[in-house]
C-alpha cells in the first residue's frame, strides 16, 4: 500500500534526528557549565592586573605609556571572537552583524578597519568582505589557552605600536545567562583604568628595572588576559546558543513525530478500510 | 607568632595559590628576590622559575612561567603567566597569526568550503521535497 512505508521511513529518519540533537543538547548542557567556571577563574587575574595598572597610572602619573595614550584615530582595528563550529542559533550572525555597525560607524568618518580574526566561523564570514586582515587563528576548541593567542594579540599590539592602528575593540558574545547571549563590544587600547581610589596619598613603587619596561610588559598581559576572557566567554555563550537551539529542534523533531504518526495512522486506516471493502465487495460478487 | 605577608598567586586560567607566608621567593628578572612582610612596595616583571612560599614550617613551590610582582607592605600579588615565553617564541607565534591571515585572504579553503556548501543544499533540498509530501497527503 502506497504511503505508509515512506512515512514509517521519515518518523524512523525524524527520529534519529532527534537523538543526535538530543544528545547535542547534553554535551553543550556540560560543556557551557565547565566553560562557565573557567570565566569565574579568569575573573581575579583580570581583576587584579587592572588594580596593579591603576595603581602604577596613579603612583607614576607622568610616564604615559603608548598603550594609555589616546591619539587622533586615522585607523581602526578590530578583534573578533566567533565560535569554530555552527548549529549555535543566531549567536554568531548576531555578533557579525554587531560588528558590521561598528566598521560602518568608523567608515562613516573616512577611518579604515583591519581585522584580526578569532574562531573559524569569523573567518569565513569576514573573508568575503575584502577588508584587510592582520591575524587569525581558529581550532582553538572548547578550553581556549592564552598561549593560543599571544600571538594572534601580539600582532595587534605591535600595529598599534607602530601606529597602524590607533584603537583597538574587541567583539564578542557576551554571557548574560543560559538564555541570554549579547554582542558585546569594548574598547582593548588605548586602555583606559580608573585609578584606584583607596590610595589617595602619594607614594611610589621601587621598579625593577624601569617603570616603562615593567608597564609594557603588564599592559601586554592585560590585554592578553582581556582576549583570553572574551574567548572563554564566547565558548559559554556558543554552548549555551547551543543547548537552547538543540532543544528547540528536539521540540520540533517531537512534533514533527506527532504529526507524522498522526497521518501514518490515518493511511493505514484508510488502507485496511479499502482492503476490507474490497474483501466484502468480492465475497458479494461471488 | 611570626609575621606574615599575604601571598596571592593568580594566573589568566585561575587562581594558583592564596595564603599567608613568613616568606616568599620569586625568580624576578633581576635574579632571585627574598620578600618578608612589611617590604617595601616593589614592582617587578619574573623570569620562569620556581616561587617559593614559606610558611612556618611548611613550603609550597609553584612553578611559574614568568609574570608580574607587585608587592605591598602587607600582601604580595604574582600574576603568572600560563605560558612560557621568549621574545622569539611570541615573535614566531605573531608570525604564525599573520601567515594563517594571509593564507585566509588568499582562499586556500575554498574548496572545502564549496563541498560543504553544496552537501547543505542537497540536504535542505531533500527536506524540502518531503515536505511537499507531507503537505500533499495533508491536503
Given at each position: 500500500m502506497a504511503g505508509t512505508k515512506e512515512i514509517r521511513t521519515k518518523i524512523a529518519s525524524v527520529k534519529s534526528t532527534q537523538k543526535i540533537t538530543k544528545a547535542m543538547q547534553m554535551v553543550a548542557t556540560s560543556k557551557m557549565r565547565r566553560a562557565q567556571d573557567r570565566m569565574k577563574l579568569a575573573r581575579p587575574y583580570a581583576d587584579k592586573m587592572r588594580t596593579v595598572i591603576g595603581n602604577l597610572s596613579q603612583a607614576n602619573p607622568d610616564y604615559r605609556h603608548p598603550f594609555m595614550a589616546t591619539r587622533d584615530v586615522k585607523h581602526v582595528g578590530v578583534i573578533i571572537i566567533s565560535t569554530d563550529?555552527?548549529?549555535?542559533?543566531g549567536l554568531n550572525a548576531n555578533l557579525f552583524k554587531q560588528a558590521i555597525n561598528l566598521f560602518k560607524e568608523w567608515q562613516d568618518k573616512n577611518v579604515p578597519v583591519s581585522l584580526c580574526l578569532i574562531g573559524a566561523k569569523g573567518a569565513a564570514f569576514f573573508r568575503r568582505l575584502g577588508m584587510p586582515i592582520l591575524a587569525n587563528v581558529s581550532g582553538l576548541g572548547d578550553r581556549p589557552h592564552v598561549a593560543d593567542l599571544i600571538g594572534t594579540v601580539k600582532v595587534m599590539l605591535d600595529a598599534y605600536r607602530e601606529g597602524k592602528i590607533d584603537k583597538l575593540f574587541l567583539v564578542h558574545a557576551e554571557f548574560v545567562n543560559t538564555m541570554t547571549q549579547k554582542p558585546r563590544i569594548d574598547q582593548l587600547l588605548p586602555v583606559a583604568v580608573a585609578p584606584?581610589?583607596?590610595?589617595?596619598?602619594h607614594w611610589d613603587y621601587i621598579y625593577e628595572p624601569s617603570a616603562g619596561e615593567i608597564l609594557d610588559g603588564l599592559l601586554m598581559r592585560y590585554v592578553e588576559s582581556q582576549v583570553y576572557r572574551g574567548a572563554v566567554e564566547n565558548v559559554a555563550s556558543e554552548m549555551a546558543a547551543r543547548m537552547v537551539a538543540m532543544k528547540a529542534a528536539t521540540d520540533n523533531a517531537g512534533k514533527l513525530i506527532g504529526d507524522l504518526q498522526l497521518v501514518y495512522n490515518k493511511a493505514r486506516q484508510a488502507a485496511i478500510t479499502t482492503e476490507l471493502a474490497e474483501i466484502v465487495g468480492g465475497a458479494a460478487a461471488v | 607568632m611570626a609575621k606574615t605577608i599575604h601571598v596571592d598567586i593568580v594566573s589568566a586560567e585561575g587562581e594558583v595559590y592564596s595564603g599567608p607566608a613568613e616568606m616568599v621567593f620569586v625568580p624576578a628578572q633581576e635574579g632571585e628576590l627574598g620578600i618578608a612582610p612589611r617590604h617595601a612596595p616593589l614592582l617587578t616583571l619574573l623570569k620562569a622559575g620556581e616561587v617559593r612560599v614559606k610558611d612556618g614550617e611548611t613550603e609550597h613551590s609553584v612553578f611559574v612561567g614568568g609574570g608580574a610582582l607587585e608587592v605591598q607592605p602587607n600582601h604580595v600579588m604574582i600574576l603568572a603567566d600560563t605560558a612560557i615565553r621568549a621574545k622569539d617564541l611570541d615573535e614566531a607565534a605573531a608570525l604564525e597569526a599573520k601567515r594563517r591571515a594571509e593564507e585566509l585572504l588568499a582562499g586556500k579553503i575554498d574548496k572545502i568550503e564549496q563541498a560543504e556548501a553544496l552537501a547543505e543544499l542537497v540536504r535542505i533540498a531533500a527536506q524540502l521535497k518531503i515536505l511537499e509530501k507531507l503537505r500533499k497527503i495533508r491536503a
Open positions: 563550529r555552527g548549529l549555535a542559533g584606584s581610589s583607596e590610595l589617595q596619598e | -
